[in-house]
């Protein structure tokens, strides 16, 4: 059985960046808290627990003074940084700079938006952090859509301004974007930019692990998708892989793994979501060479 890592895998630039920030800080300070799971992985998480990383929520954090606390790459609304100063608490920001950059571009459109009776609409994850920290920048009022029946929403008769959760997938933007676009054909009889502005606001370095992975699920037999069950990019991500190799299996850690998947003339490809540590891929790749040693000394 051949057995290979998608080299292409693991941590996005953001959260290998908050991730460093954390293990760091947590070198020089008595405690750190973070808001939220820093990642969603939860052996990630366990694994910077077990170093000092105390996660908590926002509840938690209206109590908090006097104290660190890290903003992951997600980003946070404007809420947690009054939140910071009023209570003392110095705030160690790892927010993504895409993230960033897309929260001043949903600010700026919505206050334009306000003075032309419009609406901004992000295609994302309602409850999702980062896109808390978004629709934070327009006074709660975006409206969020993740499926059809969400599109109900939406006024037609108004402008609209589309923005994207930064790790959604390429094509479900931009089928939301002509189903919004017809809505409002239907709405208004025709479409002009005045009525409909859509931002593919996508991060790149994750779009483009759609068309890598669409390859290496095809040049293997097997696919092993590693990836925590709270994060909606390995659920998109993994989706990609199962519609180019009917032999993909989503797992959480190698506990998950069961040895009738594989045959011994495999080749077998490990990959995973950009919130997947690559110390797990290489776990789960050593505990199916076990298998295959298993295997071996069977036959």
């Not at 309602?126 to 975006?142: N, S, Y």
């Not at 959604?168 to 002009?192: N, Q």
């Not at 989706?239 to 495999?266: G, H, K, M």
Request: hydrophobic letters at 35%.
């Amino acid at each position: 059985m051949e057995v290979t890592i998608d080299k292409n895998s693991g941590y996005c630039f953001g959260v290998e960046f908050a991730i460093k920030m954390a293990e760091d800080e947590m070198e020089v300070s008595e405690k750190l808290y973070c808001l939220g799971d820093i990642v969603h992985n939860d052996m990630e998480v366990k694994r910077l627990s077990e170093k000092g990383l105390v996660v908590i929520d926002r509840e938690q954090l209206q109590e908090l003074t006097d104290c660190k606390v890290l903003i992951r790459a997600h980003g946070e609304p404007p809420e947690t940084y009054r939140t910071a100063i009023e209570n003392n608490i110095e705030l160690i920001d790892a927010s993504c700079p895409v993230v960033l950059k897309l929260q001043h571009r949903v600010k700026t459109a919505f206050d334009k938006m306000e003075r032309e009776q419009g609406q901004i609409v992000i295609y994302g994850k309602k409850g999702h952090a980062e896109v808390i920290g978004l629709t934070g920048q327009t006074l709660e009022k975006a409206i969020v859509v993740m499926e059809d029946k969400d599109l109900d929403k939406v006024d037609y008769s108004r402008p609209v301004t589309l923005f994207s959760q930064t790790t959604k997938s390429t094509k479900g933007f931009y089928e939301l974007k002509s189903k919004i676009e017809d809505r409002i054909k239907a709405e208004k009889g025709d479409l002009s930019e005045v009525d409909f502005n859509a931002n593919d606001s996508i991060c790149r370095q994750v779009s483009n692990r759609e068309p890598q992975l669409q390859r290496f699920s095809n040049e293997n037999d097997v696919i092993l998708f590693v990836s925590g069950k709270k994060s909606s990019n390995g659920r998109a991500l993994y989706q990609v892989c199962l519609a180019e190799n009917s032999r993909s299996y989503f797992v959480e850690n190698e506990t998950e793994i069961d040895p009738s998947w594989f045959s011994p003339e495999d080749k077998v490809g490990i990959c995973g979501a950009t919130s997947t540590p690559m110390w797990l891929m290489e776990r789960v790749m050593h505990h199916i060479q076990s298998l295959e040693q298993g295997m071996v000394l069977e036959n």
